[in-house]
T-cell receptor, first 114, second 109 residues
Framework: DGGITQSPKYLFRKEGQNVTLSCEQN?????MYWYRQDPGQGLRLIYY???????QKGDIAEGYSVSREKKESFPLTVTSAQKNPTAFYLC?????????????FGPGTRLTVL | GQNIDQPTEMTATEGAIVQINCTYQ??????LFWYQQHAGEAPTFLSY????GLEEKGRFSSFLSRSKGYSYLLLKELQMKDSASYLC??????????FGAGTQVVVTP
């Protein structure tokens, strides 16, 4: 089945530690995105990538880093510089051809900093 | 930049109709999406409008007026499982989505 997977579903981290969230898709999509969602709020874009080996900062990139070495994979690292990392993180992917660009979402990773 | 506004919460009775409004101000427009999100889960696609008018899909319909920067999502024959957050998202010229904060719909028996 085609889709997007994120792992782990729940993640706990101590303050001062870096942590990497996994995102894999087998939809053959060129574009991939990382969002952060806080309680009662919408999704805010952290980073996005429209092609392999290229990525762009979104609205709240500070304290995060990404890589896009393979089309299928777009891991997100939450660094110790991120001051308030506890949140629900969603990965998405889409095609880049044409106007219609529905984004398909993974199940999300809930990160808690202890 | 883009600004997306939608009400925070709406309550309706099972079997009723609810209309969720979304207004937007954008520097580029490539369509408007509505997503449904249950608590702790990923958003799922409901509808897409790029031209003015009404798109109907079963119990859900979505309307767009580009000149007014306005859309609504209409949920008919409400069911308990429709209790969820509904996200309005505008696509810019580069395909990026800007999301509203979401409208929490509570369906009561």
């Amino acid at each position: 089945d085609g889709g997007i997977t994120q792992s782990p579903k729940y993640l706990f981290r101590k303050e001062g530690q870096n942590v990497t969230l996994s995102c894999e898709q087998n939809l053959n999509h060129d574009a991939m995105y990382w969002y952060r969602q806080d309680p009662g709020q919408g999704l805010r874009l952290i980073y996005y990538s429209q092609i392999v080996n290229d990525f762009q900062k979104g609205d709240i990139a500070e304290g995060y880093s990404v890589s896009r070495e393979k089309k299928e994979s777009f891991p997100l690292t939450v660094t110790s510089a991120q001051k308030n990392p506890t949140a629900f993180y969603l990965c998405a992917s889409s095609t880049t051809s044409g106007i219609y660009n529905e984004q398909f979402f993974g199940p999300g990773t809930r990160l808690t900093v202890l | 930049g883009q600004n997306i506004d939608q009400p925070t919460e709406m309550t309706a009775t099972e079997g009723a109709i609810v209309q969720i409004n979304c207004t937007y101000q954008t520097s580029g427009f490539n369509g408007l999406f509505w997503y449904q999100q249950h608590a702790g889960e990923a958003p799922t696609f409901l509808s897409y409008n790029v031209l003015d008018g009404l798109e109907e899909k079963g119990r859900f319909s979505s309307f767009l007026s580009r000149s007014k920067g306005y859309s609504y999502l209409l949920l008919k024959e409400l069911q308990m499982k429709d209790s969820a957050s509904y996200l309005c998202a505008v696509s810019d010229s580069w395909g990026k989505l800007q999301f509203g904060a979401g409208t929490q719909v509570v369906v009561t028996p």
